[in-house]
């Protein structure tokens, strides 16, 4: 008798339905469930596996994203042309808006990222939304490899890292008071070559500034920052050509990029696999303010 043929899941067919996963038991426990998106790759990657999971139906959320005011160009174009390809509604949290509000105040070194979470959970609570996707990794930084897959948040937005619940077996509890929210983490288990391993996978398109490129830039403490109108060159800052890729997508006023020859997908996997610090801790200016900036902002209701 033959014996029966080995039924084996690859890696990223596993963690692809992980994530899948938990975003139809999302959808199933709470009633106003939005994508955080900001045009960057673990985002994008998110959107993708969210089409997925309710395919052949829409989306069946809005995508919000918080926008600094501080976006590089190429990836608000990319934002705008993905929402309209896939008809999703686009909730935009507008940091510029809280400012001339006077809900927040700018802050002296012009970085806007912590300034985010006020703007973020106005959002929240104008359109009810208790449950929010984003596209965190426990690789990327060590706050947020203490989190949860759902990570429960108070009536202030606030996280306590002491205080969540257990997700024995693959059983998520996502049960809230009116007030209160869940941050869910789809891709908590991924990795950066994971994701870039499954944009080749699926050629999914992205913004242009992920690959090589040449650009105006300066270097400021051990980084590479390209030149823009938030982010001039200093007194006595040699501005200069180079080719460079980014890593990570935040705001142009802190986050730097690296020397790269990567245009391809392929190049990038190769790159990301050789390297030895995670993409945050390589191009995030906002993650140096101190040891656990990150820890803070979260504590605060960053997401």
């Given at each position: 008798m033959t014996a029966p043929a080995a039924y084996q899941v690859t890696h990223l067919d596993a963690l692809e339905a992980e994530s899948i996963f938990v975003m139809r038991e999302v959808v199933a426990e709470m009633e106003r469930p939005v994508l955080l998106f900001s045009g960057g790759k673990d985002s994008i990657v998110m959107l993708r596996l969210a089409q997925k999971a309710f395919a052949p139906a829409q989306v069946p959320f809005p995508v919000m994203h918080v926008d600094t005011g501080h976006n590089f160009p190429e990836v608000l174009d990319y934002r705008d042309r993905r929402v309209a390809e896939l008809s999703l509604q686009l909730v935009v949290a507008s940091v510029p808006e809280a400012l001339a509000s006077g809900l927040v105040r700018e802050?002296?070194?012009?970085?806007?990222?912590?300034i985010q979470t006020p703007?973020?959970?106005e959002a929240v609570e104008k359109h009810r939304?208790?449950?929010?996707?984003?596209g965190a990794r426990r690789d990327e930084e060590k706050a947020?490899?203490?989190e949860r897959m759902f990570s429960f948040r108070d009536e202030f937005g606030q996280w306590d890292p002491k205080?969540?619940?257990p997700e024995l077996w693959a059983l998520y509890n996502g049960r809230h008071h009116p007030g209160e929210s869940i941050r869910v983490f789809p891709l908590s288990n991924w990795t950066e070559l994971d994701v870039w391993h499954y944009i080749a996978r699926e050629r999914?398109?992205?913004?242009?500034?992920?690959?090589?490129?040449?650009?105006e830039v300066v270097e400021r403490d051990g980084m590479l920052y390209a030149v823009n109108d938030f982010l001039p060159a200093r007194a006595g800052e040699e501005r200069f050509k180079a080719r460079v890729r980014y890593r990570t997508v935040g705001?142009?006023?802190?986050?730097?990029?690296v020397r790269s020859d990567a245009d391809t997908v392929?190049?990038?996997?190769?790159?990301v696999a050789a390297t030895r610090i995670t993409e945050r801790g390589a191009t995030r200016g906002d993650d140096r303010v101190s040891e656990a900036a990150m820890e803070d902002r979260k504590r605060e209701g960053y997401f």
């Open positions: 802050s002296a070194d012009g970085m806007r990222n912590r703007v973020l959970l939304f208790n449950a929010l996707f984003g947020r490899a203490k205080n969540q619940r999914i398109e992205l913004p242009s500034i992920y690959y090589a490129h040449e650009r705001d142009a006023s802190c986050t730097a990029a392929e190049k990038v996997i190769e790159e």
